[in-house]
């Protein structure tokens, strides 16, 4: 009798278990297929003092841009564009009109690096 209940709880979690595991795996997998469908992005990456730029952008083309602070509180300003980040609007959808080298400035003041927070980046 007693062995019956275990069986039944083992074959029980055993259920569980793979259900568990497929379902993570099709959470993974709906994840992957959403960036690949994602157009293109271009990612700030924020510290103390500095950008990391990730990504690419295209001339005529609408990228999504985001601005992610990794350590400290940042935002983050284009030269030449109307474009602002910050941590209450993390991304927005923005399209250069022109190709050439833009530059990216901290728009909050952060710390003793602030002023020197800033960085380039290529627009195709
Ligand atoms: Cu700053």
């Not at 730029?53 to 030449?80: D, P």
């Not at 399209?95 to 960085?119: D, N, Q, S, W």
Request: aromatic share 8%.
């Amino acid at each position: 009798m007693q062995k019956w209940i275990m069986f039944s709880l083992f074959i029980v979690a055993c259920l569980l278990g793979t259900g568990v595991l497929f379902q993570n795996i099709s959470a993974r997998q709906a994840e992957l297929a959403k960036e690949a469908t994602a157009g293109p992005s271009l990612k700030f990456n924020a510290s103390n003092y500095k950008f990391e730029i990730s990504g690419k952008a295209k001339a005529g083309e609408k990228v999504t841009l985001s601005l992610v602070n990794k350590e400290g509180l940042h935002a983050v300003e284009i030269a030449g564009t109307n474009v602002k980040l910050d941590n209450n609007t993390k991304t927005a959808d923005f399209t250069f009109e022109k190709p050439g080298e833009y530059e990216v400035i901290c728009a909050l003041p952060c710390g003793p690096g602030h002023a020197e927070m800033r960085a380039k980046f290529v627009v195709e």
